[in-house]
């Protein structure tokens, strides 16, 4: 078997087109997997490195059959921004943001989603569905939409962003509103999905799913011209994505593409930060958090579960784990997006709230080459930054009402006798 996938805990393996979630003899999550010796060669021969950067420039490595039936709208590319003046404000040199807020959804579900969903139409399925705090279900809906396919989404009531839930609606998903919080909503899709074969789950349990945010990974190397950085920070929910990130690097240095590995640094919210905990006191298993809070309800997940690739990831790479408070998210929020020019989620704010409290803690040094990941664009939780900024300032449609607001005084206007007027 060239790509196949198998079971993170006993190594049982299953066909690349089975669909399976977890492992039927000990339960655990799955992962892709691929014979080095035949990609490296397939690669050596692959037109890759001339293609632009997108997340189909990696399609050699992707577990895909039929590149006719993928479904694209333009994913992954996303900007690396070198953020000097962050950096400066922070204490450390060389900061880079990777902003998947660029990606066509606005945020970085959809690199998962478009090799998901293209998976999905090799199946031959119909129907696809998901649990989400808003990103993944926004995402999901757009590719779905794309694909031809039905598509329905659980999210916990009243507490996802308003401009998630509109992207939801709007690309026509059948939109369920759940008396719960996003782990239980994960819950009722999972049995769903074991029930009722028919529909197709893409949240990160998927393994095709994580594929396609391994990317990430890859994209980083390529854009610091083939090298890793010292260091990747990423906000953690229920920590499919650093998981995917670091399978990216890792696969980058097997095929021999980069040389180094980057120090894997999750970041979760204070209130719902159970990897956190779990990497503090050096556990080698998570204590759910039943009531999960957080502003950034894009990460209010108390029972991660890909929390066992995380935890790997972390201490395999040597890296670490940091919670941050509401109010540190904010401020970092406002702080990049006033000092940077980025605007983006709160969840994805926490990735530079953490990489603030590191550096403040000795834990990250001035030298290290480090990128956050900002994970979604700021629009999608427009609520939060309106209050939290200065309000507008209402005046009359006249010239010395907006003088008087920008404190400019008139200016003396000179003349001079017998000069040209
Ligand atoms: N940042 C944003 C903006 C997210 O939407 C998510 C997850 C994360 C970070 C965390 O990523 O779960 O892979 O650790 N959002 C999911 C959703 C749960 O339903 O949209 P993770």
Redesign the pocket.
Known sequence: MMVYQECINCGSRYEINEIVYFCKKCGDQLEIKYDHGKLARALKESEWRNTPLSVWRYRDFMPINDFSKIVSLNEGGTGLHLCQRLGKHLGIRQLYVKNEGENPTG???DRGMTVGVTKALEFGIESVI??????????LAAYAAKAGLQCAVLIPSGKIAYG?LSQAMIYGAKVIQVRGN?DQALDVVQKLSEKHRAIYLL??INPFRIEG?KSLGYEICDQLNQEAPDRVV?????????S?IWKGFTEFHEFGLVETLPKMTGIQAAGSAPIAQAIKKGKDEIVPVAQPETIAT??R?GA?V?WKK?LKAIRKSHGTAEMVTDSEILDAQKMLAQVEGLFV?P??ASSIAGLKKLIENGDVNEDERVVCVT??HGL?DPDVAVKMSEKPIEVDAELEAVERVLGLKTPIVMTVSGGLS
């Open positions: 945020s970085f579900k998901c649990a989400s705090t808003g990103n993944t279900s926004a995402s998630k996003f949240n990160s945010q990423v906000p953690v929910g229920n920590a499919g994505n650093i995917a894009a990460i997940i991660p890909s995380a989620e969840a994805s994970t979604g999608k």
